[in-house]
Structures are given as structure tokens and as C-alpha cells.
């Protein structure tokens, strides 16, 4: 519409851990502030809100919480954002996301919590325009200094995660507006870069409309009979 703003693109980086996701959305950052686009940086975890610091306690093992619930401040905390999150799209600024619902759900449900369990509490959160999956295989992340020292951050568990991820992206690609592009994290960090850079561009064209949500079309709709 002539004299409308154009709205926000919102781009969502995944992968697993040490895949270079914070490098590159560092990367991208910059890339967009200099080609004048508006652009916010967030992370999930959040972890300066107060579900936030309840989820950095437990990621530190300073804690521990039964993993539904632990699974559900995960998603809580994304929905602390969601509403700010529309409101700049909405007013033209660019959202670029270290990590989002995917997370949640390839986490929780690599832990063996049932899949669609772990999927509701994030339904009809805005969906991203594109979701950056950074693929790396376990073995050679781990030979990036080693994994840290949090939960999850061990090999075996990478490997359930990453075919949970490889499964969203399967639900994912081609919902509505909606792209999941795979990326090969295993090139060197410029190269990687100079990949996200041609899939950013060329999506960001092309995003125009309303924000979707995550997955709305799956929800049974309300006062459906049993
Ligand atoms: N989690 C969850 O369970 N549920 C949820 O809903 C959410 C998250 C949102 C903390 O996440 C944990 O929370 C995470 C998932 C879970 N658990 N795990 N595992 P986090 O995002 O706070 O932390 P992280 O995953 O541990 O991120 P990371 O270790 O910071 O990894 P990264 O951001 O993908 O990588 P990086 O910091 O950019 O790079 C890591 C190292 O590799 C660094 O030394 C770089 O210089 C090097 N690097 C990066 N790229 C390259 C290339 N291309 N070549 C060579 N070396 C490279
Ligand atoms: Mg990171």
C-alpha cells in the first residue's frame, strides 16, 4: 500500500551449540546497519529478565527444575518479547533473533518429551520470515575449543537435536511465507557469512503482509467438540 510503512523482516538464526550462531548474527548485524535497514538484536534465553534468571540458574546447573517446567520458562520467556517483537516489525524495524522457539522444541523433545507436547506453548508466537538453520555435524563443533560446561552440552545430545531441528525445518519450510534455510556452519566464518548474507537478501525483498504465527493452522480452534 502506497505511504504504509514496509514492515520489518524477521530473521531467526538456529543451530547447535559452537555452530557460530552469535558470530554470525554479530556479522549480520552489521551488514544490515550498514545497508540503512533498521535493525533490533535479540537472544533467547533472555537471560536478564527475571524468567530469564530462573533459566540461567538452571542452564548452570545451579538449579534444577522437572523438565516440563523448565520447558515452559523457555517458552514464557520468548512470549515476554512477542509483543514488542510485533510492534517493531510492525513499525519497520528489522528483528534478528540468536535462537528461538526451535530451540525449545528440539531441546525439550531431544530430552524424550513428547514432540507436539513441546511444540504447544509456542503457538501463534509471530513467525519468523526466515529461520538460518547453521547445520554442523556434533563431532566437528566439539572440535571448536570443546563444548562448555552447561547442560545439554554434550555430543550425544547434539546428535537428538540436531535431527529435531532437521525435522522443524522439514514443518517449517514453505508454511505460508514462511523459509527455513539450511546453511553449511562448517565453512570458514566469512564464507558462512557471505552465505547468509545472499539467502538474507534475497528473502527480504520479498517479505511484505501481516506477521504470521508459529503453527496457528495446527491448534484445534476453540470450541471444537471433543
Ligand atoms: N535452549 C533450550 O533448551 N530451550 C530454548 O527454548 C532455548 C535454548 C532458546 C543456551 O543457549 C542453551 O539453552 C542451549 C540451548 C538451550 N544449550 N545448549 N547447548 P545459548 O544460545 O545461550 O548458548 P549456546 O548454544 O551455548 O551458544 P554458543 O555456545 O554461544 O554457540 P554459538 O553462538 O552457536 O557459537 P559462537 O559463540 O558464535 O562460536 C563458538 C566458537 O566457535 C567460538 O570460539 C567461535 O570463534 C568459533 N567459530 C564460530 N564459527 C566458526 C567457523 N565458521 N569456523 C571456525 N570457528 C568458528
Ligand atoms: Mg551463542
Same mark, same amino acid.
Given at each position: 500500500?502506497?505511504?504504509?510503512?514496509?514492515?520489518?523482516? *524477521?530473521?531467526?538464526?538456529?543451530?547447535?551449540?559452537?555452530?557460530?550462531?552469535?558470530?554470525?548474527?554479530?556479522?549480520?548485524?552489521?551488514?544490515?546497519?550498514?545497508?540503512?535497514?533498521?535493525?533490533?538484536?535479540?537472544? *533467547?534465553?533472555?537471560?536478564?529478565?527475571?524468567?530469564?534468571?530462573?533459566?540461567?540458574?538452571?542452564?548452570?546447573?545451579?538449579?534444577?527444575?522437572? +523438565?516440563? =517446567?523448565?520447558?515452559?520458562?523457555?517458552?514464557?520467556?520468548?512470549?515476554?518479547?512477542?509483543?514488542?517483537?510485533?510492534?517493531?516489525?510492525?513499525?519497520?524495524?528489522?528483528?534478528?533473533? +540468536?535462537?528461538?522457539? *526451535?530451540?525449545?522444541?528440539?531441546?525439550?523433545?531431544?530430552?524424550?518429551?513428547?514432540?507436539?507436547?513441546?511444540?504447544?506453548?509456542?503457538?501463534?508466537?509471530?513467525?519468523?520470515?526466515?529461520?538460518? *538453520?547453521?547445520?554442523?555435524?556434533?563431532?566437528?563443533?566439539?572440535?571448536?575449543?570443546?563444548?562448555?560446561?552447561?547442560?545439554?552440552?554434550?555430543?550425544?545430545?547434539?546428535?537428538?537435536?540436531?535431527?529435531?531441528?532437521?525435522?522443524?525445518?522439514?514443518?517449517?519450510?514453505?508454511?505460508?511465507?514462511?523459509?527455513?534455510?539450511?546453511?553449511? =556452519?562448517?565453512?570458514?566464518? +566469512?564464507?558462512?557469512?557471505?552465505?547468509?548474507?545472499?539467502?538474507?537478501?534475497?528473502?527480504?525483498?520479498?517479505?511484505?503482509?501481516?506477521?504470521?504465527?508459529?503453527?496457528?493452522?495446527?491448534?484445534?480452534?476453540?470450541?471444537?467438540?471433543?
Amino acid at each position: 500500500m502506497s505511504g504504509s510503512i514496509k514492515r520489518g523482516a *524477521f530473521i531467526v538464526i538456529e543451530g547447535l551449540d559452537r555452530s557460530g550462531k552469535s558470530s554470525q548474527a554479530a556479522k549480520l548485524l552489521v551488514r544490515l546497519q550498514n545497508a540503512n535497514i533498521p535493525v533490533k538484536l535479540l537472544k *533467547f534465553p533472555d537471560r536478564t529478565t527475571a524468567i530469564g534468571k530462573t533459566i540461567d540458574s538452571y542452564l548452570r546447573s545451579e538449579s534444577d527444575l522437572d +523438565d516440563r =517446567a523448565i520447558h515452559l520458562l523457555f517458552s514464557a520467556n520468548r512470549w515476554e518479547l512477542a509483543s514488542s517483537i510485533e510492534e517493531s516489525l510492525r513499525s519497520g524495524t528489522t528483528i534478528l533473533c +540468536d535462537r528461538y522457539a *526451535f530451540s525449545g522444541i528440539a531441546f525439550s523433545a531431544a530430552k524424550g518429551l513428547p514432540y507436539e507436547w513441546c511444540r504447544s506453548p509456542d503457538i501463534s508466537l509471530p513467525a519468523p520470515d526466515v529461520t538460518l *538453520f547453521l547445520d554442523i555435524p556434533p563431532e566437528e563443533a566439539r572440535e571448536r575449543g570443546g563444548y562448555g560446561q552447561e547442560r545439554y552440552e554434550k555430543e550425544e545430545m547434539q546428535k537428538k537435536v540436531r535431527a529435531m531441528f532437521q525435522r522443524l525445518g522439514k514443518e517449517t519450510d514453505g508454511r505460508g511465507q514462511q523459509r527455513w534455510v539450511t546453511i553449511d =556452519a562448517g565453512k570458514s566464518m +566469512d564464507t558462512v557469512a557471505e552465505d547468509i548474507w545472499r539467502h538474507v537478501k534475497l528473502f527480504m525483498k520479498g517479505v511484505d503482509g501481516p506477521v504470521e504465527r508459529l503453527w496457528e493452522a495446527d491448534a484445534a480452534p476453540l470450541n471444537t467438540p471433543p
